[in-house]
């Protein structure tokens, strides 16, 4: 059995003891391996040559220290000040096709930092009354949709578009994550962890919202701009970011492909350094944030990720140190919003979190 840290990209390891399931070609049965002397992190373990799965040793003792910039908490306040200086200009347009008795839908739209175009999709009940209100923030390119209106009755929700993305798709290219690399002022996430700010601005605006119970949760890009919300808006009661990105960018660079390849390339092609590149990097890097949450937290990650690993999510979910947990699926991969089991977990746990609140 061979065993290879994909978190820390250690030499490969021999071990033997402890148990998995394995499919065989005559059927299945149990391998053994020892797991006593390996490090906290998350190992890929191939048997007899076959496709190799993941495991994980301890991950909640994973060390991968911040590395923020001395003036990294000044930046942040500096952008949430200038921010704070941009009206909004709330915009709402009631869509009836959507709508229904219990709640309305709207699509809206509004100005972030810089004058940024931001909004989505709003949904909130129509009789009068003080509502619990989630923030969902999308993954990357991903596809906005329309809220059931019937499907939480009792809850109001919104549905994130950040500048170029969701609603906005196809206002600026696609590569966001390499869009302004040359200086952290520049970067495009930059304005769009403003525009997560922002997006709790405009719910908390609104009357219906009881803003003692606002709450944020996403997945993949979704899932770090909930660790962003949860880390620089203290009006976030509880998060829970799935199968988080944009996390702990040097060792995602060592683990997997993509984004840091293409990252790294067109910082070659515009004359950034590495040391240069991953200096503005850690001003985005969610491991830099997490230390800053308050609020209770609920994680959930897929074992067998390649795109977002483990080991990158954990280095921002070691830096918390509020009431958190986490949730693993096993078998699943990076496609956490398929997840029927992670679906049913999370809404249990927000349900329970209203209802005491």
């Known amino acids: 059995n061979v065993l290879k840290d994909i978190g820390l990209v250690t030499e490969p390891v021999t071990a033997l003891e402890a148990t998995a399931p394995v499919k065989f070609r005559n059927g299945k049965g149990k391998v053994s391996f020892d797991i006593s002397s390996l490090e906290p992190g998350f190992y890929q373990v191939s048997v007899g040559g076959g496709k190799p799965f993941n495991i994980?040793?301890?991950?909640?003792?994973?060390s991968s220290?911040?590395?923020?910039?001395?003036d990294f908490d000044e930046f942040w306040?500096?952008?949430l000040k200038e921010l704070a200086e941009v009206a909004p200009e709330y915009e709402m347009t009631l869509m009836p096709e959507n709508s229904n008795e219990q709640r309305n839908v709207y699509k809206v739209q509004f100005k972030s930092l810089g004058g940024a175009l931001m909004g989505g999709y709003y949904c909130e009940p129509v009789k009068?009354?003080?509502?619990?209100?989630?923030?969902?923030?999308?993954?990357?390119?991903?596809?906005?949709?329309?809220?059931?209106?019937?499907?939480?009755?009792?809850?109001?929700?919104?549905?994130?578009?950040v500048r170029g993305q969701g609603i906005f798709l196809g206002t600026t290219p696609r590569d966001w994550d390499r869009q302004g690399l040359a200086d952290k002022e520049t970067y495009y996430y930059r304005g769009a962890y403003a525009d997560v700010v922002r997006a709790i601005d405009f719910i908390a605006s609104r009357e219906k919202c009881d803003p003692d119970r606002i709450y944020a949760q996403g997945e993949s890009q979704g899932g770090a701009f909930t660790w962003i919300a949860a880390s620089l808006d203290s009006r976030i009661a509880a998060a829970a970011p799935a199968?988080?990105?944009?996390?702990?960018?040097?060792?995602?660079?060592?683990?997997?492909?993509w984004p840091m390849g293409e990252i790294l390339e067109t910082a070659r092609n515009q004359g950034i350094s590495e040391e240069?590149?991953?200096?503005?990097l850690s001003y985005f890097d969610v491991k830099n944030f997490t230390d800053r949450i308050k609020c209770p937290l609920y994680m959930s990650f897929g074992l067998q990720d390649p795109t977002c690993p483990p080991?990158?999510?954990?280095?921002?979910y070691n830096q918390v140190t509020s009431e958190k947990a986490y949730f693993c699926v096993p078998l699943c991969g990076h496609a956490m919003w398929q997840q029927e089991s992670w679906?049913?977990?999370?809404?249990?746990?927000?349900?329970?979190?209203?209802e005491n609140k």
């Open 77 to 79: 306040d500096r952008t």
């Open 343 to 354: 679906t049913k977990e999370r809404m249990e746990w927000f349900r329970n979190l209203i």
């Open 276 to 280: 240069e590149l991953y200096k503005t």
């Open 128 to 161: 009068e009354g003080k509502y619990p209100s989630k923030i969902e923030y999308m993954g990357y390119g991903a596809e906005p949709y329309i809220f059931d209106p019937s499907s939480e009755p009792e809850t109001i929700q919104f549905l994130v578009s």
């Open 65 to 70: 220290p911040q590395d923020k910039q001395p």
């Open 311 to 316: 080991h990158t999510e954990f280095a921002a």
């Open 243 to 257: 199968v988080p990105f944009l996390g702990d960018f040097p060792h995602y660079a060592q683990i997997v492909g």
């Open 56 to 62: 994980g040793i301890r991950p909640e003792e994973i």
